[in-house]
């Protein structure tokens, strides 16, 4: 099973965007990255999922260089409602692998 | 994901009680997984059905217990249940090759 690594915690302002990277050494070939993003008392909310290059939706954009070892989640202009915490996965969600969850990163976004 | 609901969404109970925790899922999906979330520990995997199956498990004693039904309702069972077992819990139907979270049910054991 493939571990990540993330920063514990990130402070940030409005308006500005922010990156946050994890560590994934010893991802596999079948492995998908995928991030989250959970309230307090809420169920994760699936933010973005990629697995080489880069990964953009509505809402965050995913950088994964050539070696897969990171991957970093791009948030641009932050406001409030962004403060929560961010998890990193690493698995072969396809397959009978089940998913760890690292400690995640707390996002503080202040005005 | 809109459309993955648990039910209840709260629920306290007592020591040595037993409680069964439902997950309606999005259409069309195969798989659900379970996870506990606690303070301490974090998220947790606590297995995943395939198809009505077991087919992963995580480190959980046998007084957790799930399963899935031919319409894709899955729920999960605790017997017996303790202190510690007081956590947020978390199924997670897959799509393609994404897991989307319920709501979750927060269980307080007194």
């Known amino acids: 099973l493939a571990k990540t690594t993330q920063p514990i915690s990130m402070d940030s302002y409005e308006g500005q965007e922010v990156n946050i990277t994890c560590s994934h050494n010893?991802?596999?070939?079948?492995?998908?990255i995928t991030w989250y993003q959970q309230f307090p008392s809420q169920g994760p909310r699936f933010i973005i999922q990629g697995y080489k290059t880069k990964v953009t939706n509505e809402v965050a954009s995913l950088f994964i260089p050539a070696d897969r070892k990171s991957s970093t989640l791009s948030l641009p202009r932050v406001s409030l409602s962004d403060t929560a915490v961010y998890y990193c996965?690493?698995?072969?969600?396809?397959?009978?692998?089940?998913?760890?969850f690292g400690t995640g990163t707390r996002l503080l976004v202040s005005p | 994901k809109a459309g993955v609901t648990q039910t209840p969404r709260y629920l306290i109970k007592t020591r040595g009680q037993q409680v069964t925790l439902s997950c309606s899922p999005i259409s069309g999906h195969r798989s659900v997984s379970w996870y506990q979330q606690t303070p301490g520990q974090g998220l947790q995997f606590l297995f995943e059905?395939?198809?009505?199956?077991?087919?992963n498990k995580g480190n959980f004693p046998g007084r957790f217990s799930g399963r899935q039904f031919s319409n894709s309702r899955s729920e999960m069972n605790v017997s017996t249940l303790e202190l510690g077992d007081s956590a947020l819990y978390l199924c997670?139907?897959?799509?393609?090759?994404?897991?989307?979270f319920g709501p979750g049910t927060r269980l307080l054991v007194l």
């Open positions: 010893n991802i596999a070939t079948n492995d998908y």
């Open positions: 997670a139907p897959r799509m393609q090759e994404t897991q989307y």
């Open positions: 059905y395939f198809s009505e199956t077991q087919r």
């Open positions: 996965l690493v698995g072969d969600i396809g397959g009978f692998q089940k998913l760890v």
